[in-house]
Structures are given as structure tokens and as C-alpha cells.
Nanobody, 126 residues
Framework: QVQLVESGGGLVQAGGSLRLSCAAS????????MGWFRQAPGKDREFVAA????????SYTDSVKGRFTISRDNAKNTMYLQMNVLRPEDTAVYYC???????????????????WGQGTQVTVSS
């Protein structure tokens, strides 16, 4: 069973950038389709981005298109979320998630994912 650990969160001013990492252990990252979700205080967990197991197929929620980039390095067993031009409304706990799937499968619902990290806090000040 794969374990996921997020890192890279923190406090940043609006317009700034952060790169989140999701390190996998106990499993081979290339086996899984991966995703990022976030949850702001008082709100439901929402989809941010996802990437297929193979072929680099990606999907993003509309509010982050053009600002965020999801990527993966299977050799390092690590997934990333590069976040640019951050806004106060991006403030949330960010979670990475993994699920088995075919090579070009890009999941986007939280129920699609089987494994979750503990989350990392991202705070964007105005």
C-alpha cells in the first residue's frame, strides 16, 4: 500500500509562487494516476489537478488553469504542483492522492482515489 507525504506548503504573498511535492513510499509511483485536491476552511474538498499514470495527460479545475502545473517524476517517486500567480482564494490545505488506472486515465473525483496524504497548508496573503 502506497504512502503519500506532501511538502512545500507555506505562507506567500499574492502573486507569488510555491511548488508542492508529493513523495510516495511503499509503492511505485508509475503504477498510479495522481491528483491534487484542496480544502479551505468551511468548504468541501475540491479537485485541483490530476495526471495520468503514463503519457502525461493532465486535467485542471478552471480556476487554476494557466497558473498551476502538475507533473511527475516516476524515477524519483514524486509528483509536483507548481503554483504561480497565487491568489488569496488559493489558501487551503492541499492533498495529494493516488489511484490505480490505465495509462491515460485522468481521475478527477475524490471518490476516484484510493490513497491520500495528510496535507500541506498553503496560505496566500493579500
Amino acid at each position: 500500500q502506497v504512502q503519500l507525504v506532501e511538502s512545500g506548503g507555506g505562507l506567500v504573498q499574492a502573486g507569488g509562487s510555491l511548488r508542492l511535492s508529493c513523495a510516495a513510499s511503499g509503492g511505485t509511483l508509475s503504477t498510479y494516476a495522481m491528483g491534487w485536491f484542496r480544502q479551505a476552511p468551511g468548504k468541501d474538498r475540491e479537485f485541483v489537478a490530476a495526471i495520468s499514470r503514463n503519457f502525461g495527460k493532465t486535467s485542471y479545475t478552471d480556476s487554476v488553469k494557466g497558473r498551476f502545473t502538475i507533473s511527475r517524476d516516476n524515477a524519483k517517486n514524486t509528483m509536483y504542483l507548481q503554483m504561480n500567480v497565487l491568489r488569496p482564494e488559493d489558501t487551503a490545505v492541499y492533498y495529494c492522492a493516488a489511484t490505480y488506472g490505465s495509462g491515460n486515465y485522468v481521475p478527477f473525483r475524490s471518490t476516484d482515489f484510493d490513497y491520500w496524504g495528510q496535507g500541506t497548508q498553503v496560505t496566500v496573503s493579500s
